[in-house]
């Protein structure tokens, strides 16, 4: 699919899931802007892994860059942003294998699942954590 139709239509679905969360328009608007980038980020890459690891990176850098802008928590950014990289078909499968039985895919389907989700959550975490070591060192100069 073309590139600025996915980030169009995810720019749309995230501002209004921000205006379902009492978020306002401008805010909605400008964080589903910064998801809608993530997720082209997401599907740019050649291996799913990468991306998820790589769009979470690229969401929470411009989620910190956008609440220093906008004087909100990052937060606001990237609760929303983050909607359309999470691997809720891979969730809903990995249910589905249990209910089923069927153990083995179970297992597989819900370790792939869990690794996407890891790679995300690390990547979350180091933006803040440099963004932090960068302040500190800014002001003891």
């Known amino acids: 699919m073309n590139y600025l139709y996915q ?3 995810c720019t749309v679905v995230i501002f209004f899931v921000g ?5 306002k328009p401008k805010i909605a608007l400008i964080a589903g802007a ?3 980038l993530g997720y082209v980020v997401y599907l740019l890459c050649p291996e799913a892994k990468i991306g998820y690891f790589l769009s979470a990176l690229v ?13 909100l928590p990052a937060n606001n950014f990237l609760v929303l942003g983050i909607y359309p990289l999470v691997p809720g078909i891979a969730l809903f499968r990995t249910t589905a294998y249990a209910v089923r039985g069927d153990y083995q895919m179970f297992l597989e389907c819900g370790s792939e699942a869990l ?24 002001k003891k100069s």
């Open 34 to 36: 910064a998801g809608a």
């Open 59 to 71: 969401l929470t850098l411009l989620s910190e860059l956008l609440a220093r802008l906008c004087k």
């Open 115 to 138: 690794i996407c989700i890891i790679l995300m959550t690390v990547s979350i975490a180091l933006i803040p954590t440099v963004f932090r070591i960068l302040s500190k060192g800014n």
């Open 19 to 23: 205006l379902s969360l009492n978020t």
């Open 7 to 9: 980030y169009i239509v």
